[in-house]
């Protein structure tokens, strides 16, 4: 699959270089964070497709609003994120990393991976990023939170804790990711000769709704399990999560008939 030309290439180096600047002085990323948002939205945006890097925005804003909302109770309770919600290059790479691989094979379009494919991996990728973020920052306001696996009553921003407050906002960060996502991939006009797009059926939206929320109960259980006892830290425990929804979505697609759906 070609590069785009020169003039969509100089859009998306303006606009990551735009948004990552501003999201370091804006305190939402450290230098090295916006170093790495930058490298993630320039491949994902070269690889993958313009609207992909759009999407992409739309999951940094709303993570954004999700960090800073109640921020001050947050930092009361000792669970905000960083000093003031910032995050750096391995909060990063660990919801990253999975999307721009995917840009990558989608890129690369070949018959196992083709392009009506791609952008329904990618949905249900950042679908799990966000479902995950949100129930995180929303969640942890939570009082009543228990451990995923054993039911233990624990403290908010426990690893591994969950709670009703939580799961409903994994449930509706999957929704309306997966929404949004399809909005902007089923309506993306052609450009530069690749168009990335997703499968006519409307029903297989459900799949990135379901990824999402499972992927987020993949992190609660790796964080209670593994991330608690020192295996892992947290930003394996997000690239693990991210990167086996995208392998679910895929298996779900190609199961109910073993062909590709075009």
Request: net charge positive.
């Given at each position: 699959?070609?590069?785009?030309?020169?003039?969509?290439?100089?859009?998306?180096?303006?606009?990551?270089?735009?948004?990552?600047?501003l999201?370091?002085?804006?305190?939402?990323?450290?230098?090295?964070?916006?170093?790495?948002?930058?490298l993630?939205g320039?491949?994902?945006?070269?690889?993958?497709?313009?609207?992909?890097?759009?999407?992409?925005?739309?999951?940094?804003?709303?993570?954004?609003a999700?960090?800073?909302?109640?921020?001050?109770?947050?930092?009361?309770?000792?669970?905000?994120?960083?000093?003031?919600?910032?995050?750096?290059?391995?909060?990063?790479?660990?919801?990253?990393?999975a999307?721009?691989?995917?840009a990558?094979?989608?890129?690369?379009?070949?018959?196992?991976f083709?392009?009506?494919?791609?952008?329904?991996?990618?949905?249900?990728?950042?679908?799990?990023?966000?479902?995950?973020?949100?129930a995180?920052?929303?969640?942890?306001?939570?009082?009543?939170?228990?451990l995923?696996?054993?039911?233990?009553?624990?403290?908010?921003?426990?690893?591994?804790?969950?709670?009703?407050?939580?799961?409903?906002?994994?449930?509706?960060?999957?929704?309306?990711?997966?929404?949004?996502?399809?909005?902007?991939?089923?309506?993306?006009?052609?450009?530069?000769?690749?168009?990335?797009?997703?499968?006519?059926?409307?029903?297989?939206l459900?799949?990135?709704?379901?990824?999402?929320?499972?992927?987020?109960?993949?992190?609660?259980?790796?964080?209670?399990?593994?991330?608690?006892?020192?295996?892992?830290?947290?930003?394996?425990?997000?690239?693990?999560?991210?990167?086996?929804?995208?392998?679910?979505?895929?298996?779900?697609?190609?199961?109910?008939?073993?062909?590709?759906?075009?």
């Amino acid at each position: 699959m070609p590069f785009p030309p020169p003039e969509i290439t100089a859009l998306v180096v303006l606009l990551c270089g735009v948004l990552s600047a501003l999201a370091y002085v804006k305190n939402v990323l450290t230098w090295d964070g916006s170093l790495a948002a930058f490298l993630v939205g320039l491949l994902i945006g070269v690889l993958g497709h313009f609207t992909w890097l759009l999407l992409l925005l739309f999951f940094l804003l709303s993570s954004f609003a999700a960090t800073r909302y109640r921020f001050a109770l947050k930092e009361a309770l000792g669970v905000q994120e960083g000093r003031r919600g910032e995050r750096r290059a391995s909060n990063v790479l660990a919801n990253g990393l999975a999307p721009v691989f995917v840009a990558g094979l989608a890129f690369l379009e070949t018959p196992w991976f083709p392009r009506s494919l791609s952008g329904l991996i990618y949905i249900s990728v950042l679908a799990v990023a966000g479902a995950d973020t949100i129930a995180s920052e929303i969640g942890v306001l939570s009082p009543n939170a228990y451990l995923f696996v054993t039911g233990r009553k624990v403290p908010p921003g426990t690893n591994g804790a969950v709670s009703v407050l939580g799961q409903l906002c994994a449930l509706a960060a999957a929704l309306y990711t997966a929404i949004f996502g399809w909005v902007f991939l089923a309506l993306n006009p052609p450009a530069y000769g690749f168009v990335v797009t997703v499968p006519a059926n409307a029903a297989l939206l459900a799949i990135p709704v379901a990824v999402g929320f499972i992927g987020c109960q993949i992190d609660s259980l790796l964080g209670e399990t593994l991330e608690r006892r020192g295996y892992i830290g947290k930003t394996t425990v997000n690239l693990i999560a991210t990167s086996v929804g995208g392998v679910i979505a895929y298996v779900l697609l190609w199961a109910p008939t073993g062909v590709l759906p075009a």
